[in-house]
């Protein structure tokens, strides 16, 4: 248990649908990244929040949202799903956007159909 | 931000040390090299982080020689369930950076 908690580990919906994934941080951590995994894109960096504020921005749809909460867990919208959505969504967290070591959940494996 | 360089693929057989170098060239002074170990279906998880010279840790060791230009991940006596993906990050001290991940390389171990 790397101590970074996603919620729900597997999600089936249909296209058009909106998810709500989840992720609990490590205890102290107050940076949250998510990524998105899919077999021909590696791991792409979508957003980073700090202690509930927007940090950065990588390459997140505008179809997808993300909120970080004052007890600093954090939640991505996914919404008007399409079939190419589907993916590992992976959350990590740290305790400072930093060069320390980044703690990973075990992700959330989304199915479109 | 440096770009790292890596083999694809490796392949090793089980008690052997297996060596992953990575190249990245444009590093800057500030940075740091940092490895990623991942298995199918699972989050990433730290390995190793280096400045310089050499570091061990209960996994692995990391080189890195003078010039920081590359560096070299060494698994000593590998087993098959060091069968992953590693990536090789150069990630920045200070400030707010993100951990950029390439397409690494996937290890796979043989009997």
């Known amino acids: 248990d790397s101590g970074v908690t996603q919620t729900p580990k597997h999600l089936i919906t249909a296209t058009g649908q909106r998810v709500t994934l989840r992720c609990s941080p490590r205890s102290g951590d107050l940076s949250v990244y998510w990524y998105q995994q899919s077999l021909d894109q590696g791991l792409q960096f979508l957003i980073q929040?700090?202690?509930?504020?927007?940090?950065a921005k990588g390459n997140i749809l505008e179809r997808f949202s993300a909120q970080q909460f004052p007890d600093l867990h954090s939640e991505l919208n996914l919404s008007s799903l399409e079939l190419g959505d589907s993916a590992l969504y992976f959350c990590a967290s740290s305790v400072v956007p930093q060069h320390d070591g980044y703690t990973f959940g075990s992700g959330t494996r989304l199915t479109v159909v | 931000l440096a770009k790292t360089t890596q083999p694809i693929s490796m392949d090793s057989y089980e008690g052997q040390e297996v060596n992953i170098t990575c190249s990245h060239n444009?590093?800057?002074?500030?940075?740091?090299i940092t490895w990623y170990q991942q298995f199918p279906s699972q989050g990433p998880r730290f390995i190793i982080q280096?400045?310089?010279t050499k570091v061990t840790n209960e996994v692995a060791s990391l080189f890195i020689p003078a010039d920081r230009k590359s560096s070299t991940l060494s698994l000593p006596r590998v087993s098959l369930s060091d069968t992953a993906v590693y990536y090789c990050?150069?990630?920045?001290?200070?400030?707010?950076?993100?951990?950029?991940f390439g397409r690494g390389t996937s290890l796979i171990v043989h009997p």
């Open positions: 280096g400045y310089k």
């Open positions: 929040y700090y202690n509930g504020e927007e940090r």
């Open positions: 444009n590093i800057a002074t500030n940075d740091y």
């Open positions: 990050l150069v990630v920045a001290s200070g400030g707010s950076y993100i951990p950029t």
